[in-house]
């Protein structure tokens, strides 16, 4: 039935506050915010680039240029600009490397088929062209790619290359002498275990001791963990032992006191003296169970008490409590031991061992070490510098440079980098688009110009011409010869990376290629964004009216254009929930959950 005015009543689908839009301005709205996303880590990528300062609420400071830990501290609130962080993580965590290149390459895709958004293409076929061209460019990187055996010198001088080309934009690019044999040496180690290079975060430990030069950072292969709490009699323990018999245990060595509301109920009070006997001849129990075994290391997860520490000392072994569970985990892999949950039973098959064990002065801390392990597949790496920040920092450029070589080691082939890759792989799409009929080829042609953003951000972040070098690489890989010409840093010039030994895993390039097309698919697929308002104000309204002393919240639309602001009265002088107009003579303060 028609209203008074002659206007139908209106249809109430969302809740009231819900902000909704949609169509082609809501679709480059979302490609904006996630360009205003990357020009926050644009400067960071190449060897030139610089690091970004993130201070977070809590007053830590992070100091950094991996595009993974920026994007993740930013803490992106839109919605659609999220994928962007979603993709530097996966980045992070399937190569290592690329977090930045991965986040340019996704919004210079969306850059370049914006124009085509703005003029009605339909985002479906631009979809499909660009996953098209993905397709085509991920199969021309895995054409280019230079397979190597690892077994070889020259495989190994291939991954020492592909750890230094990592560590060049790092904090430590300078000292990629001392840590690019390091890490090498560590992440062959593991391949040696058929499952080892899958768990290279639980079998490759980084210490950090804050203080002294980063060149005396070292490389352990085995196990080394700072010295645990220690109780009286520690220092009477020995410290060397040449292969020793090592027990892992998760039992309590610690004389345990009755739970307050324990009840015993005695005789004769001489029998007291056999009750506190007893809870005595528990733990010796335990003690001479380690003894007898003939361990002289004893290292358990859980708290070893000033009574075993001293019944240990007396015996000539060594104990350590409060083991953390990675540390013994990566114990145990090294000397063959068994972790024991019980001190009951223990045989010489359980026990592991290894070569030497020490404890040593590092820095103002002690480290107990293990080396020589008949298991060497675990290793840790010490890392020394002048302030936290520093070695923090150290600490995720080392991450990325095994996770590299690890990469470089399953996939055994790489390509050059400095925008060689990309470069070579724009001229192979700007050529299949000249076989594609309609829009395709506009698309394609854009996903080609798109790939120059990483050429083209190396010579910017480096402060040179980036038009002149462009042009430089366009013209020398037209030439049949010239498919590995990239960025020269040092000189503003082109060179030939690949003679250059600036070497990256294909795998890299081929991850890049995919997630950024991938995630610039799910922002152009996406038309419309309801954002609801509890999502943007916890304190905003759930319903039409409050109960008392709740909260009407800004977006809600006032009653009283219904109800004559009768209701709004009775609220106010009931202390409860205001919304709207307010009574005569009553007035409040705006602020969150409106008063």
């Known amino acids: 039935m028609m209203g008074p005015m002659g206007m139908r009543p209106g249809i109430i689908l969302l809740r009231e506050g819900t902000d909704t839009s949609q169509g082609k301005a809501q679709l480059i709205s979302n490609i904006n915010a996630c360009q205003a996303v990357a020009d926050a880590v644009r400067t960071t990528l190449g060897p030139r680039g610089m690091d970004k300062l993130v201070a977070s609420g809590g007053g830590r400071v992070t100091i950094s240029n991996d595009g993974a830990t920026i994007m993740k501290l930013l803490e992106v609130e839109h919605p659609a600009a999220k994928t962007l962080v979603d993709i530097s993580m996966s980045q992070d965590a399937e190569v290592g490397d690329g977090t930045t290149s991965v986040v340019l390459l996704a919004v210079e895709i969306l850059k370049q088929v914006k124009p085509f958004v703005e003029e009605g293409v339909h985002p479906q076929i631009i979809i499909r062209n660009v996953r098209s061209a993905a397709a085509i460019a991920v199969q021309k990187v895995k054409d280019l790619a230079v397979h190597f055996d690892v077994s070889t010198p020259e495989g190994e001088e291939m991954l020492l290359k592909t750890a230094s080309t990592a560590l060049n934009s790092k904090l430590i690019a300078s000292h990629q002498d001392l840590f690019a044999p390091m890490i090498v040496d560590a992440v062959k180690s593991l391949s040696a275990d058929a499952d080892g290079l899958d768990d290279l975060r639980g079998m490759i430990a980084i210490k950090k001791i804050p ?52 009840e015993v109920r005695i005789e004769d009070p001489s029998e007291y003296q056999s009750i506190v006997d007893a809870e005595w001849q528990v733990i010796y129990d335990k003690l001479d169970s380690c003894v007898d075994c003939g361990a002289n290391i004893v290292l358990s997860k859980l708290p070893i008490g000033d009574l075993a520490t001293q019944y240990f000392a007396d015996r000539g072994l060594f104990c350590a409590g409060r083991v953390e569970d990675g540390d013994l985990k990566r114990v145990a892999k090294a000397t063959g031991a068994t972790v024991q949950t019980s001190t009951n039973g223990i045989f010489e098959g359980v026990l592991g061992t290894c070569g030497e064990f020490e404890e040593k002065q590092v820095g103002d801390a002690r480290f107990n070490l293990f080396t020589g392990c008949p298991c060497a597949t675990t290793s840790t790496m010490v890392l020394r510098g002048g302030s936290e920040q520093f070695i923090a920092e150290s600490e995720r450029s080392i991450h990325d440079a095994l996770m590299v070589v690890k990469r470089s080691l399953k996939s055994k082939s790489v390509v050059a980098g400095g925008g060689a890759v990309e470069l070579e792989v724009s001229r192979h799409l700007r050529q299949h688009a000249l076989t594609i009929e309609g829009k395709g080829q506009l698309i394609v042609s854009a996903f080609a110009k798109a790939l120059e953003i990483v050429p083209r951000q190396l010579c910017d972040n480096a402060g040179f011409d980036s038009n002149d070098v462009l042009s430089s690489l366009r013209k020398r890989h037209a030439s049949d010869d010239g498919k590995w010409y990239g960025v020269d840093i040092e000189t503003g010039g082109v060179t030939d990376t690949f003679e250059s030994g600036i070497w990256e895993p294909s795998d890299n390039k081929s991850n890049s290629l995919a997630s950024a097309a991938e995630a610039a698919g799910v922002i152009l697929s996406i038309d419309e964004t309801v954002i609801n308002p509890r999502s943007q104000d916890p304190g905003a309204a759930t319903g039409m009216m409050g109960g008392p002393g709740g909260g009407g919240g800004m977006g809600q639309k006032p009653l009283s254009n219904m109800m004559g602001g009768a209701m709004d009265m009775v609220n106010a002088q009931k202390g409860g929930s205001r919304s709207g107009n307010l009574g005569q003579g009553v007035s409040y303060m705006k602020g969150r959950g409106g008063g």
């Open 211 to 262: 203080g002294g030069d980063v060149r005396q950072s070292f490389l352990v292969k085995g196990v080394a963990f700072k010295k645990t709490f220690s109780y009286a009699g520690f220092e009477q323990m020995t410290k060397r032992f040449s292969n020793p018999k090592i027990l892992l245990l998760n039992v309590e060595l610690e004389l345990k006191n009755e739970k307050e509301n324990a």
